[in-house]
């Protein structure tokens, strides 16, 4: 149980257009879905938290406008990177946080998605 | 603010001897500590957790660590490594907020 996939899982696009990454919770409702950037080399770093029917909250340093956040529903959420750009290509990584497991859930991690924009 | 150290990016290690992989982390606050492993092309898995009660915390795949309160660290140990270990390893510190604050990873290599 408690499987999150991210699609697609790779994508190659070019500078200026956006791009739609998905996440989603396969088996379990997700109150809270987390998305991360993870640098060659370097840690996942927390980009936004999203709240299902709610605005997403994002880390400091982190352009809304750029980088827009979806949770539609508790098994869906979406990153939509707006007008991107070479240095926005990195790996972005999905978790998800079961409605049902306390005040300190554990987050369950997605494959992530490779993104390349040239 | 809370930080995660893990200063070997790299491990290699030789099959079934024993590995330690080490992290320090700082905070003013309370924390719960957590290891994930990332096998290739794969998501994040839980190793284990600490949160509270005993400071020998033993996880998944014969794993354990554990909480030193007075050197801040909480290093990952197995006694003995098999081919299928080989993966990344991320350690990672939450102050009960939810928020995951990671460090930057080991790789871990097993050697036949």
């Known amino acids: 149980g408690a499987v999150v996939s991210q699609h697609p899982s790779r994508v190659i696009c070019k500078s200026g257009t956006s791009v739609k990454i998905e996440c989603r919770s396969l088996?379990?409702?997700?109150?809270?879905m987390f998305w991360y950037r993870q640098f060659p080399k370097k840690s996942l770093m927390l980009m936004a938290t999203s709240n299902e029917g709610s605005k997403a909250t994002y880390e400091q340093g982190v352009e809304k406008d750029k980088f827009l956040i979806n949770h539609a529903s508790l098994t869906l959420s979406t990153l939509t990177v707006t007008s991107a750009h070479p240095e926005d290509s990195s790996f972005y990584i999905c978790?998800?946080?079961?409605?049902?497991?306390?005040?300190?859930?554990?987050?369950?991690f997605g494959p992530g998605t490779r993104l390349t924009v040239t | 603010a809370q930080s995660v150290t893990q200063l070997d990016s790299q491990v290699p290690v030789f099959e079934e001897a024993p590995v330690e992989l080490r992290c320090n982390y700082s905070s003013s606050v309370s924390v719960y500590l957590f290891w994930y492993v990332q096998y290739p092309n794969q998501g994040l898995q839980l190793l284990l957790k600490?949160?509270?009660?005993?400071?020998l915390v033993k996880g998944i795949n014969g794993f354990e660590a554990e909480f030193n309160k007075s050197q801040t660290s909480f290093h990952l140990r197995k006694p003995s490594v098999h081919i299928s270990d080989t993966a990344e390893y991320f350690c990672?510190?939450?102050?009960?907020?939810?928020?995951?604050?990671f460090g930057t990873g080991t790789r871990l290599t097993i050697i036949p």
């Open positions: 600490y949160l509270s009660g005993s400071t």
């Open positions: 088996d379990f409702q997700a109150t809270t």
């Open positions: 990672a510190v939450s102050e009960g907020n939810e928020k995951l604050t």
């Open positions: 978790s998800a946080e079961g409605a049902d497991r306390g005040s300190l859930s554990e987050q369950y």
